[in-house]
């Protein structure tokens, strides 16, 4: 098992930033993938980035391309998603989850954090 607590949502201006934190426990994650998804009212829940734990490797959704970066701290067990540019149309609930090296599938999901963009 893995657990997985987000925080560092909130409510900011466009053009401002936001840096998401998402804290795992439970299981060494060398062998694991941690992306972060989001999901606005009404709308389904789309892939934003992923890292992989073992070596770092990232990978962006178009929307966010160049203005969002997803980073680990192996001391902390701790993955970041520093949001920059923000826009209104990134407003939604940000979660991060936890999924095995090999495939595509997340298992392991936390409780999410609300990111409010106002223009």
């Known amino acids: 098992q893995v657990q997985l607590v987000e925080s560092g949502g909130g409510l900011v201006q466009a053009g401002g930033s936001l840096r998401l934190s998402c804290a795992a426990s439970?299981?060494?994650?060398?062998?694991?993938?941690i992306g972060w998804f989001r999901q606005a009212p009404g709308k389904e829940r789309d892939f934003v980035a992923r890292i992989r734990w073992s070596d770092g490797n990232t990978r962006y959704a178009d929307s966010v391309k160049g203005r969002f970066t997803v980073s680990r701290d192996n001391a902390k067990n701790t993955v970041y998603l520093q949001m920059n540019s923000l826009k209104p149309d990134d407003t939604a609930v940000y979660y991060c989850a936890a999924g095995a090296l090999l495939g595509t599938s997340y298992n392991y999901w936390g409780q999410g954090t609300q990111v409010t963009i106002s223009s």
């Open positions: 439970g299981r060494t994650l060398t062998t694991y993938k």
